[in-house]
């Protein structure tokens, strides 16, 4: 029974990258001192889906598609392909920006380009899958099933991670400007 648990934890690495990654994120939240705002959820939810969903999952796809290639073709339904070490190039790619924009200090622009690249790759890869089950009949594990699935899922999170986010920012740097408007700084403070 545990073998089977872990086979299909580490079978199913993207999957498990972003269960991961809510499960930290709902911690980090439940931790925050004193009330929370739209604006810091938003971020640790956005910021903990960057460095496990996209960071780490695509840096485990880096190396599940250069030094397990052939497994991870199979598993697709694949033949094995130089193609795939190109695959393997542009996942690490994507991972280490993710793991880089992560940061609570970094812009949102640079996030919402990541998150955006990340979401073209998911669902043309979800397009590519439903692509090979019609016109190739391949109905392998990793090409029909789970992995197809949160293809999808995963990318559609990305865009309202990305979303939530804009908006509690507006809205935190709205309402924060109407409360110096309407509490005037202290005297001192305008020298």
Known sequence: MISH??????GNYITSAFVLGL???????WRLAGPRTAAQVSSIFLNTYLLYAVGIAEIINFVMHSFFGDYAAKTIGWAQSPFQLELAFASLGLGVAAIIVHSRHAGLRGKLAVVLIATISGYGAAG??????????DYAANNTGLLLVMDIVIS?????????NAIARRHHASRTTEVSEIIPAPAHAAR
């Not at 590519?128 to 016109?135: E, K, L, P």
């Open 128 to 137: 590519g899958h439903i692509y090979q089950m019609i016109v190739n009949h």
């Open 156 to 164: 559609t999170v990305g865009i309202a991670f990305v979303a939530w």
């Open 23 to 29: 499960i930290v994120a709902v911690i980090q939240a």
């Open 5 to 10: 648990v872990i086979a299909a934890i580490i």
